[in-house]
């Protein structure tokens, strides 16, 4: 027995080594084409046909990199985590045939891609499949507290990102588009889908633990670069600015292979929920979700100081934002009186038998000896 255990712990050591190095390639592989697929687009290399052709290949590449990462990822779990992985490369596979789509009108065709065209099928047809994975994540399992004032940190922090992407992106869509249109409602469509995906993002992240956290930390931080290229290039495109080969695109492409990354660094460990791993929680966990809720607050304080026009939503969104955050420290505080005075010593008494102390009882007092006036009794 002693001896299939030593077997078992030496396979586990050289997997982990193996998905280690694994790691270290991808990682390093990553980087290098980011690298390149930057300098290639800042430089021009090729002229613009050089750089379109560039441009389209390699997002290509890169999608379906991730979409067979992933998969592959998913056969090494079971459970919440399989699903995970298998429905995030359902989402990739999607948003390839997106990639590809885009690359015939770009490349073959060599027309200019309609704002409403067969790619935004594929495209679109990738976030539904991103948000049921992510609520599929390992750490979305946390039950209690933790995951009451997790789900608060992330309503607040999406309803910051919401405020944020409207007075950028959406207010200004909302405002100049002709949502009477097909092709008007799927230009919002990408911001809104993508303001979804960031609040998964960030409710996924608030519940996760240390243990096999970081491939989901690369699959994360590729979604969050998707997402905010997406609704960058909504607007650019909106306003006639966007083209292949704008600088924009590198966080398409950084996104893909961050997701490769994580699927392949993933070693098949079972990520525990935080209501598992009772640890205390660290002052940058308590902070974290204030940093966007003060930065949405200041977009509102700039925007009045320029005598700038705040709308109705804003101001709604706004005012949402205070409410959660007052109902983020009242439940901070309840957990904290809970901790202070336990459940368990309200109900002890004289009827159970307990003396109401919680002292041990070599700690208790001594009981003070009879009177020295007392006749003794024979």
């Known amino acids: ?13 050289v997997r982990a080594v193996g998905r280690r190095r694994a790691e270290f390639v991808a990682t390093a592989s990553a980087l290098s084409i980011t690298f390149v697929f930057f300098l290639w687009l800042v430089l021009h290399v090729g002229g613009n046909n050089g750089v379109r052709y560039f441009d389209d290949i390699v997002t290509v590449l890169a999608a379906v990199a991730a979409c067979a ?8 779990h079971s459970g919440s985590e399989r699903r995970f992985w298998v429905l995030l490369g359902s989402a990739l596979g999607a948003w390839a045939s ?18 409403l065209s067969w790619a935004d099928v594929g495209y679109l047809a990738g976030y539904p499949l991103a ?28 309803a910051a990102l919401l405020l ?7 207010g200004p869509l909302w405002r100049h588009t002709d949502l009477t249109t097909a092709g008007g409602i ?14 998964l993002i960030v409710l996924s992240v608030r519940s996760m633990t240390a243990t096999g956290r970081r491939p989901l930390l690369w699959a994360l931080a590729g979604l969050f670069a998707m997402a905010v290229s997406d609704s960058t290039s909504a607007y650019l495109t909106e306003v006639g600015r966007y083209a292949t080969g704008n600088l924009i695109d590198v966080g398409w492409v950084a996104g893909y292979l961050a997701i490769a990354v994580g699927a392949s660094a993933d070693a098949g460990q ?10 205390e929680a660290s002052l940058a966990s308590l902070v974290t979700p204030y940093v966007p809720i003060l930065l949405a607050l200041s977009v509102i304080t700039f925007a009045l100081e320029l005598h700038h026009h705040v709308d109705r939503f804003s101001w709604l ?23 202070l005075f336990p459940a368990s010593d309200e109900r002890d008494g004289p009827a159970s038998g307990s003396t109401g102390s919680r002292l041990p009882p070599e700690n208790l007092p001594e009981a003070a000896p009879w009177p020295q006036f007392l006749r003794r009794t024979p």
């Open 164 to 170: 944020l992407s409207w007075t950028f992106v959406l």
């Open 131 to 158: 948000a049921a994975a992510l609520l599929f994540h390992p750490g979305m399992r946390a039950v209690g507290s933790y995951k009451a004032r997790a789900t608060l940190d992330g309503l607040a922090i999406g």
């Open 69 to 76: 990462a992933c998969l592959l990822a998913g056969k090494r």
């Open 186 to 199: 799927v230009t919002l469509a990408y911001p809104f889908g993508d303001t979804v995906i960031i609040f």
């Open 1 to 13: 027995m002693l001896k299939q255990l030593a077997e078992f712990d030496d396979k586990c050591r």
């Open 98 to 115: 997106g990639e590809v789509i885009w690359a015939v009108y770009n490349l073959v065709l060599n027309t200019a891609v309609p704002v």
């Open 270 to 279: 079972t990520v525990r929920a935080p209501s598992e791993l009772p640890t």
């Open 317 to 339: 969104t706004g005012f949402g934002l205070a409410l959660l955050v007052i109902a983020r420290q009242a439940l901070i505080l309840v957990d904290r009186r809970r901790e």
